[in-house]
T-cell receptor, first 114, second 113 residues
Framework: GQNIDQPTEMTATEGAIVQINCTYQ??????LFWYQQHAGEAPTFLSY????GLEEKGRFSSFLSRSKGYSYLLLKELQMKDSASYLC???????????????FGGGTRLMVKP | IAGITQAPTSQILAAGRRMTLRCTQD?????MYWYRQDLGLGLRLIHY???????GKGEVPDGYSVSRANTDDFPLTLASAVPSQTSVYFC????????????FGPGTRLTVL
């Protein structure tokens, strides 16, 4: 089985930097995804990590440490439109007959204030 | 190109009724998925399909069934709806293979009374 933990809520100020953490326990880690979900909308893909290290994509970066079962999503130069939920999802090599089946954490609701 | 669509957008349903949620994608993705999203519980996988003609059970399959007659369509059926099935339902699709992200439909908000 898998256990994925994220903070429920975070608040940050426009223009600042925020780090959203995700810890996971899985028997056969095979990749970690971050998704953004605005209220009332569908999740949209942000990043994918399968090897240790930092993946940078514009204002967003995602980091992975497989040995620690830990990832974070870093958002720089926060904008009001970044107010959304951020979902961490893990793919497990075991129990994954679909090959790309994901288990999601509960999500972190980020509120950006002026 | 629409991507992935779902219907209806929302529905209020009496308990005990049968309901089919529709999902169609035009990206020719092999894999498709159905999730439900409830406050505090995140997205939970109901059923999935690797390719047309095959389906599998996810984390919370009880009370739901799916079929995959072709690549594009992946309907989800509630045979006899119960109030605990009140939720937002998302359909998703992806290419097979490592690292391929899932693309989500706009969701169906279902209320069972």
């Amino acid at each position: 089985g898998q256990n994925i933990d994220q903070p429920t809520e975070m608040t940050a100020t426009e223009g600042a930097i925020v780090q959203i953490n995700c810890t996971y326990q899985t028997s056969g880690f095979n990749g970690l995804f971050w998704y953004q979900q605005h209220a009332g909308e569908a999740p949209t893909f942000l990043s994918y990590n399968v090897l240790d290290g930092l993946e940078e994509k514009g204002r967003f970066s995602s980091f992975l440490s497989r040995s620690k079962g830990y990832s974070y999503l870093l958002l720089k130069e926060l904008q009001m439109k970044d107010s959304a939920s951020y979902l961490c999802a893990v793919r497990d090599r075991e129990n994954n007959n679909a090959g790309n089946m994901l288990t999601f954490g509960g999500g972190t609701r980020l509120m950006v204030k002026p | 190109i629409a991507g992935i669509t779902q219907a209806p957008t929302s529905q209020i349903l009496a308990a005990g009724r049968r309901m089919t949620l529709r999902c169609t994608q035009d990206m020719r993705h092999n894999a498709m998925y159905w999730y439900r999203q409830d406050l505090g519980l995140g997205l939970r996988l109901i059923h999935y399909s690797n390719t047309a003609g095959t389906t599998g059970k996810g984390e919370v399959p009880d009370g739901y069934s799916v079929s995959r007659a072709n690549t594009d369509d992946f309907p989800l059926t509630l045979a006899s709806a119960v109030p605990s099935q009140t939720s937002v339902y998302f359909c998703a699709s992806s290419e097979q293979g490592l690292g391929n992200e899932q693309f989500f439909g706009p969701g169906t908000r279902l209320t069972v009374l």
